[in-house]
């Protein structure tokens, strides 16, 4: 099993910046794949970005590439996702996520932490 903790969100201006991380525990954390979402009110829950289990490997979203970028420390059981240039329409819950394939589908992760809110006023 796998735990994981969400930390970092908070309220910024547009244009700003914030750097969620996301603690992991109970599993060997370089074993599997980890990933960012987000859900916004009355919306459903979108992929944000995926790393490998290396962190050689990464992929995103359209909205969100460019200006974002998930990273890992392997030492440290934590992934991170520097957002920069900061939107209105980045305001959600970000989750992070884990699985054992590299991929963007909701479905694929089986663990999942209890999110971190941001909020990005215009």
């Known amino acids: 099993q796998v735990q994981l903790v969400e930390s970092g969100g908070g309220l910024v201006q547009a244009g700003g910046s914030l750097r969620p991380s996301c603690a992991a525990s109970?599993?060997?954390?370089?074993?599997?794949?980890m990933g960012w979402f987000r859900q916004a009110p009355g919306a459903e829950r979108e992929f944000v970005a995926v790393i490998s289990r290396s962190g050689g490997s990464t992929y995103y979203a359209d909205s969100v590439k460019g200006r974002f970028t998930i990273s890992r420390d392997n030492a440290k059981n934590t992934v991170y996702l520097q957002m920069n240039s900061l939107k209105p329409e980045d305001t959600a819950v970000y989750y992070c996520?884990?699985?054992?394939?590299?991929?963007?589908?909701?479905?694929?992760?089986?663990?999942w932490g209890q999110g971190t809110q941001v909020t990005v006023s215009s």
């Open positions: 996520a884990s699985s054992g394939l590299f991929g963007w589908k909701t479905t694929l992760y089986d663990y």
């Open positions: 109970g599993r060997t954390f370089s074993s599997y794949a």
